[in-house]
């Protein structure tokens, strides 16, 4: 399994970049959000991958952080989902994104990306949701790792790759609170949910103030 790629990309086309690994070129499918915010040819890059084998077909999906390609896997993971569209989702709403409409159970922002319907929104948001504080929880880039993958790397040594973006912030205290409303007795689900629009409320916010808007959130109305 490659997991994943450093190298130099030879060319950028509409929906991936060709990546030369020591003389070996890779074809890396990429969101429009990842292609966007990677380097233009000639220059280094590095990303994480994962194949999807079929009986006629092997094809690479790039990804910037571990937090986009859980995401991607999970997404494949739903009937009716296919690499094509899982791209599409995580191309529209980003990895962040994407946690947050699962975990509030907006199956709308989901439905907002090329090809998915409505049906199939709701099946993601539903068969995903219990999943999502997990992910969320994930945080690291390509940089990060550099030097940590042994066996599923494939590494090569020109210049340093240019820094991948920075993961959430607040990852960590969104962990936390979610830790802290499950000991709590609330479901991941809705713990999730709770948490999520309290960081999207107040970005950077620390574990406590999260997790004071969360029970907020979380009491019964009226």
Not at 56 to 66: K, V
Not at 169 to 178: D, K, T
Not at 197 to 202: E, K, L, P, R, T
Request: proline letters at 7%; one cysteine or more.
């Amino acid at each position: 399994m490659i997991g994943k790629l450093s190298g130099r990309i030879d060319y950028r086309g509409t929906d991936h970049v060709l990546i030369d690994v020591r003389g070996v070129g890779y074809i890396v499918y990429c969101s429009d959000r990842t292609l966007a915010g990677l380097p233009p040819a000639g220059e280094a890059v590095a990303l994480y991958t994962e194949l999807l084998v079929r009986e006629d077909l092997l094809q690479l999906f790039g990804f910037t952080t571990l937090v986009e390609k859980e995401w991607h896997r999970l997404l494949i993971s739903v009937q009716g989902i296919g690499a094509k569209a899982a791209m599409a989702i995580l191309g529209t709403l980003g990895p962040d994104g994407v946690g947050r409409a699962i975990a509030l159970g907006d199956w709308n922002a989901v439905k907002a990306a090329p090809g998915v319907g409505p049906k199939i929104a709701q099946r993601v948001v539903l068969e995903l949701k219990a999943k999502a504080p997990g992910v969320m929880a994930m945080g690291g880039t390509v940089a990060q790792a550099q030097g940590t993958e042994q066996a599923d790397v494939i590494e090569s040594d020109p210049p340093k790759a240019r820094p991948a973006p920075a993961p959430n912030p607040n990852a960590s205290a969104q962990a936390e609170a979610l830790s802290a409303l499950s000991n709590l007795g609330y479901a991941p689900g809705e713990a999730a949910g709770a948490v999520a629009q309290a960081a999207g409320d107040a970005p950077g916010s620390d574990t406590s103030t999260l997790i004071r808007a969360a029970l907020k959130l979380l009491a019964p109305k009226g």
